[in-house]
């Protein structure tokens, strides 16, 4: 995701940062998918169930379930009484800090504190954030460190990378946050100048898979070693599309398949045991034609979920002031998302969360299967709480 507050036109960066203080500063052809009858989440018979986070699965109610599964923006410069209220009527379960702030850690960490006021009993809130340096950092008072674009990031030595991701990701730590929407492991190619959402702002490491793959994993490493899990983005990739998902309609990739070498960066964070994967809203033609990736069951769960094994959660772009996903009605971006085999439904504009908790519930009661999607899904949300220390 890349919000508004960023868009701002830029030349493209190409000097390489060097010494210590620049450090601070600084195809194959078309596969198809076997058909995918239902989206199939890891649940309590294929999962190890903690004893902690089944106990609150258990005592919650349908709504408070649904609630687990909703991603709200707040801002990241004060405390707001809409959005506590709405993460209470709502049961909301996770909060992105939404818009730049150059508040000090100890400054952010009072706002974080301030809305786990809100959270439901037991169960604190998810606190995320963009921070991934270069032009797309949500968090930039005095405490956080000033850091170059991924793609100088990319040329430093990766145990100098992962060093680096390590100190900022204990600065979120001790903000309250506890999960980065990166690193970025889209990848554009060398001499593209026509790709918005990544090459425009740098956010690529590099412009080979390989390269990507290796000081993308550095840095998830980095920031899971400092105490925070990595939302690694945007699958299956937006290194090739020619239009930005939040800022316009009709978003396509016509050349990235189900075996594609711009998949081996998202494979090795797999490995890497990245916890979340967000997913992007282009349409991938030579995947499923018919459907935004995080609509489609073909691509969340047959090839995400299924083909390379992702275990953990499914987080989806933002679903609610992206022109991609606009002709759809609120609540069936929410419906479509988990339908698909999404997990956790992110969208920047709080006001939405009434509309899209009331469609997941309303099909809930007419649809046994989408209500046993629902359960894992919020059950796999608790198990990822409880892992971070959320559960009380």
Same mark, same amino acid.
């Given at each position: 995701?890349?919000?508004?507050?960023?868009?701002?036109?830029?030349? $493209?960066? !190409? +000097?390489?940062?060097?010494? /210590? %203080?620049?450090?601070?500063?600084?195809?194959?052809? @078309? =596969?198809?998918?076997?058909?995918?009858?239902?989206?199939?989440?890891?649940?309590?018979?294929?999962?190890?169930?903690?004893?902690?986070?089944?106990?609150?699965?258990?005592?919650?109610?349908?709504?408070?379930?649904?609630?687990?599964?909703?991603?709200?923006?707040?801002?990241?410069?004060?405390?707001?009484?809409?959005?506590?209220?709405?993460?209470?009527?709502?049961?909301?379960?996770?909060?992105?800090?939404?818009?730049?702030?150059?508040?000090?850690?100890?400054?952010?960490? $009072?706002? !974080? +504190?301030?809305?786990?006021? /809100? %959270?439901?009993?037991?169960?604190?809130?998810?606190? @995320? =954030?963009?921070?991934?340096?270069?032009?797309?950092?949500?968090?930039?008072?005095?405490?956080?460190?000033?850091?170059?674009?991924?793609?100088?990031?990319?040329?430093?030595?990766?145990?100098?990378?992962?060093?680096?991701?390590?100190?900022?990701?204990?600065?979120?730590?001790?903000?309250?946050?506890?999960?980065?929407?990166?690193?970025?492991?889209?990848?554009?190619?060398?001499?593209?100048?026509?790709?918005?959402?990544?090459?425009?702002?740098?956010?690529?490491?590099?412009?080979?898979?390989?390269?990507?793959?290796?000081?993308?994993?550095?840095?998830?490493?980095?920031?899971?070693?400092?105490?925070?899990?990595?939302?690694?983005?945007?699958?299956?990739?937006?290194?090739?599309?020619?239009?930005?998902?939040?800022?316009?309609?009709?978003?396509?990739?016509?050349?990235?398949?189900?075996?594609?070498?711009?998949?081996?960066?998202?494979?090795?964070?797999?490995?890497?045991?990245?916890?979340?994967?967000?997913?992007?809203?282009?349409?991938?033609?030579?995947?499923?034609?018919?459907?935004?990736?995080?609509?489609?069951?073909?691509?969340?769960?047959?090839?995400?979920?299924?083909?390379?094994?992702?275990?953990?959660?499914?987080?989806?772009?933002?679903?609610?002031?992206?022109?991609?996903?606009?002709?759809?009605?609120?609540?069936?971006?929410?419906?479509?998302?988990?339908?698909?085999?999404?997990?956790?439904?992110?969208?920047?504009?709080?006001?939405?969360?009434?509309?899209?908790?009331?469609?997941?519930?309303?099909?809930?009661?007419?649809?046994?299967?989408?209500?046993?999607?629902?359960?894992?899904?919020?059950?796999?949300?608790?198990?990822?709480?409880?892992?971070?220390?959320?559960?009380?």
């Amino acid at each position: 995701m890349l919000r508004r507050s960023a868009r701002s036109p830029l030349r $493209r960066r !190409t +000097a390489i940062a060097t010494g /210590a %203080a620049a450090l601070l500063l600084a195809t194959v052809g @078309a =596969t198809a998918i076997p058909a995918v009858a239902a989206p199939v989440r890891p649940t309590t018979s294929t999962r190890t169930t903690t004893s902690l986070a089944q106990r609150r699965f258990d005592a919650m109610t349908p709504a408070e379930r649904v609630g687990q599964l909703l991603m709200i923006g707040c801002p990241s410069t004060s405390v707001s009484a809409s959005c506590l209220q709405i993460i209470r009527a709502q049961h909301v379960g996770s909060v992105i800090l939404d818009g730049n702030s150059t508040l000090s850690i100890a400054a952010t960490h $009072r706002i !974080t +504190a301030g809305l786990q006021h /809100a %959270a439901p009993r037991g169960t604190q809130l998810l606190i @995320a =954030t963009d921070q991934e340096g270069g032009e797309v950092r949500r968090l930039r008072g005095p405490g956080f460190t000033d850091y170059s674009t991924a793609l100088v990031q990319g040329t430093w030595s990766t145990p100098v990378l992962q060093h680096w991701a390590t100190t900022w990701g204990s600065q979120l730590r001790r903000a309250g946050v506890g999960l980065d929407l990166a690193p970025v492991l889209d990848t554009v190619r060398k001499g593209d100048t026509h790709n918005p959402p990544i090459g425009a702002f740098d956010r690529e490491y590099g412009h080979t898979p390989s390269v990507v793959a290796t000081k993308g994993v550095a840095v998830l490493r980095g920031l899971v070693a400092g105490g925070v899990s990595t939302a690694v983005k945007h699958f299956p990739g937006l290194g090739r599309v020619t239009g930005n998902t939040d800022t316009t309609a009709h978003v396509t990739d016509r050349t990235t398949t189900a075996h594609d070498a711009d998949l081996q960066p998202f494979r090795a964070a797999i490995r890497a045991k990245t916890a979340f994967v967000m997913m992007s809203s282009a349409t991938y033609t030579r995947i499923d034609a018919q459907h935004p990736a995080a609509f489609s069951r073909t691509v969340v769960t047959g090839l995400l979920r299924t083909k390379l094994g992702f275990p953990g959660v499914i987080v989806s772009d933002d679903l609610g002031q992206a022109v991609q996903v606009a002709s759809v009605p609120v609540g069936q971006r929410a419906v479509r998302f988990i339908g698909a085999g999404g997990d956790l439904v992110l969208t920047v504009v709080p006001s939405q969360a009434k509309a899209m908790e009331s469609a997941v519930l309303a099909r809930m009661r007419t649809s046994p299967s989408f209500t046993k999607q629902v359960d894992a899904a919020a059950l796999l949300v608790l198990q990822q709480k409880e892992r971070q220390g959320l559960l009380r």
